[in-house]
């Protein structure tokens, strides 16, 4: 969820509040003003190998925000493909990992019931976590709010609890399993900052050391301008651990980017040659639309190099970037599904290009086969949901099941991020709501389910969650 993104932008599909078929609005008018973008929508809906197959690589310069060349590229295609739904729906697979009834967090003052925003990861010792927010609502700034009056007004329409006394806003949780996901324990803090804590994401090293990304939040500037008040814009942190998750450093380490401000979705990727990358979205200093960057960290996470940042004629928001099996990286983008490959470990790129098929919260994920899997939220009239599409030759073509949409997971409000498994298939996290009306909020759930991309890759398959009782 990204915060000119605070996904008070979402919206069912037409622009309509669907309750647990939310989908974030799919435009947003330009502005100073992120949330100001996304309620502007709000408002009027509710009124293969490894020699390129792209042309020359061409990007912005590393670190700059130069106009991006434009070689001729080869657009990717889309396979459609007949009976590749799966036999199962998700009402036979999935299961609650917390809610406000199933494994709830402890109180704290500013948790309401919302939880959301999570991320999964498999530690080499084992246990599974998943790293998630609780608060209050959809987004869970701190108290006082900081908000222009008339944002204010109209939040409280579309659901944001009055009277709420949160000095910290919402924080960040974290859950571990030591059974394969049968069993979790009692949600613990992960991250407790002053603002609104989103979106915590994992990887761990080589070593056993575990990284955690996550952005917080503050609220929004009377006149819209974060240049004009940079204390309350969105901003990139970073944590570690170095005894698999149950302590971690008390003093998050903010990551420095060009923009005004800066998000991040996870997940975090760790490269064949032990650096990680991270893939983030931000707001140029020369206004929008928002641009995508990419930094990677030799040094455990202490400190990180700008790589490249990446533009084109439209957002770019809720990164996603994966390292393929020949070594090349490829990067995705909300909310036009454009997609960027790059052939010297990310300090070059390929010109963004579309390929039909709109989407928020992707998140790819390249499985020991190669296959290259891209978890998505859908645009697509009548087919909303958390969906997946995937490739075999590194994104150029895609299977799915018709040209505007994926295959279905659940017709959740999503924000699905994924770990593989030992046998091959995806461990899945998610939103059943996107928590905007104050019911929802108090009452949303984080999901699970297990997916597998058939052998043959002529589908997928849903199975059932670890936890899932008969």
């Not at 046998?423 to 059943?432: E, K, N, P, R, V």
Request: hydrophobic share 35%; with cysteine; aromatic share 8%.
């Amino acid at each position: 969820m990204h915060t000119s993104k605070i996904d008070f932008r979402s919206a069912g599909p037409g622009g309509r509040f669907d309750g647990d078929g939310q989908t974030p609005d799919q435009d947003r008018p330009s502005g100073k003003s992120p949330m100001a973008k996304w309620l502007a929508c709000l408002l009027l809906a509710l009124s293969a190998g490894h020699s390129s197959p792209f042309g020359k690589s061409a990007a912005a310069q590393p670190g700059t925000n130069q106009p991006l060349a434009k070689p001729a590229i080869r657009r990717p295609e889309i396979r459609v493909v007949d009976q590749g739904e799966s036999q199962r729906n998700a009402g036979e697979c999935r299961a609650t990992l917390v809610s406000s009834s199933v494994n709830p967090p402890a109180a704290f003052p500013g948790y309401g019931g919302f939880v959301g925003w999570e991320s999964p990861v498999i530690l080499s010792n084992g246990d599974w976590l998943v790293g998630f927010n609780a608060g209050y609502w959809h987004a869970s700034a701190p108290t006082p709010l900081h908000y222009p009056a008339k944002t204010l007004e109209e939040y409280y329409k579309l659901g944001l609890p009055k009277g709420i006394v949160a000095p910290t806003g919402g924080r960040a949780l974290i859950i571990r399993s030591r059974d394969q996901g049968k069993t979790w324990s009692l949600p613990a803090t992960l991250v407790d900052t002053p603002a609104d804590d989103r979106h915590p994401a994992f990887v761990e090293l080589r070593d056993g050391t575990l990284l955690c990304s996550f952005f917080s939040y503050m609220g929004e500037p009377e006149n819209g301008d974060l240049s004009q008040a940079p204390e309350l814009a969105a901003r990139v942190h970073l944590i570690r651990s170095f005894d698999g998750g149950r302590s971690w450093e008390a003093k998050p380490r903010r990551v420095q980017t060009p923009f005004l401000y800066d998000e991040t979705d996870g997940p975090l990727v760790r490269m064949k040659d032990g650096s990680v990358l991270m893939a983030i979205n931000g707001r140029p200093q020369s206004g929008p639309p928002d641009q995508a960057a990419v930094l990677r960290s030799t040094d455990q996470g202490r400190t990180w190099n700008l790589l490249a940042t990446i533009q084109t004629s439209h957002d770019l928001q809720e990164i996603t970037v994966a390292e393929l099996p020949d070594d090349r990286l490829v990067l995705m983008a909300r909310p036009e599904g454009d997609i960027s490959w790059s052939e010297d470990h990310g300090h070059t790129w390929t010109p963004p290009v579309t390929f039909g098929l709109r989407m928020f919260a992707p998140s790819l994920y390249v499985l020991r086969d190669g296959t290259l899997v891209c978890l998505h939220g859908s645009y697509a009239p009548g087919h909303g949901g958390l969906r997946l599409i995937f490739s075999t030759d590194g994104g150029l073509t895609w299977t799915a099941p018709a040209k505007d949409h994926g295959f279905l997971v659940d017709q959740a409000y999503g924000y699905g991020k994924a770990a593989e498994l030992p046998d091959g298939s995806l461990f899945i996290t998610y939103l059943a709501t996107g928590g905007h009306r104050t019911e929802d909020a108090r009452n949303n759930s984080i999901r699970c389910i297990r997916l597998r991309v058939r052998s043959d890759h002529t589908g997928i398959d849903l199975l059932p969650a670890p936890n899932r009782t008969p």
